[in-house]
């Protein structure tokens, strides 16, 4: 019979991972249910929808994506990210003019995803990937104090029963003073983390399959 999980809204206490930021008493946490950038519903509370504070969804091609406030027109969300295959990615910000995400996001090393910047309200802020894959945002001018960061959601076992600690995405009051663009970026940049991710592990099996192959011939 398979384990009941129990989900939990608030980090423990004790639960502590090495080189992984933590949430302060300043942090304001926004939960992603479920942990899938692409479609997901962004929220101050998981219990309480009134707490809702974006709706993301994409199409089953996942060439578009569109983030929502709850207020938003129907005709008019946040922003709409446009994906293309052999073209530069664009998004347009409240029914704006399209832009190329590479314009607004921009890479700071040649041939590398991260760091990335953008800027707002005269600062420029970046995007980061930690050694332990932890997405996180700090102003140029401070670059050893994180202001945003996520942690995505995990499985372990408190006091005997199968939890679940879900995913939030950190916001120091910074970071949350500029919250819709944290958010959007975030949103960009994690999805492009976990691509990433997934074509290096499905390179790496391909590898072991193709080494398994060679000892046995």
Known sequence: MQSQLTLVERLPSFFVEPGVLQPTSASKLLYLTPDNVKRCTITLDLKDSEQTQYIVNSNS?????????????????????HRRDFLADKISFCGGEKIKVKDWLKPLKAFSPFPVAFEANDTMYVWDASIVGQLSMYKASEPDTPIA?????RKLVMDGVPTVLPAFLVLQPDAADIQDLT?????????KIRMINKRTELISGRAIHSGS???TT
Request: charged share 15%.
């Open 61 to 81: 091609e996942l060439t578009y994506m569109h983030v929502r406030r709850p207020y938003d027109p129907p005709d008019q969300p946040l922003a709409v990210l």
């Open 149 to 153: 960061w996520f942690q995505s959601s």
């Open 183 to 191: 958010v959007i970026s975030f949103l960009i940049l994690e999805h």
């Open 213 to 215: 192959i060679s000892a």
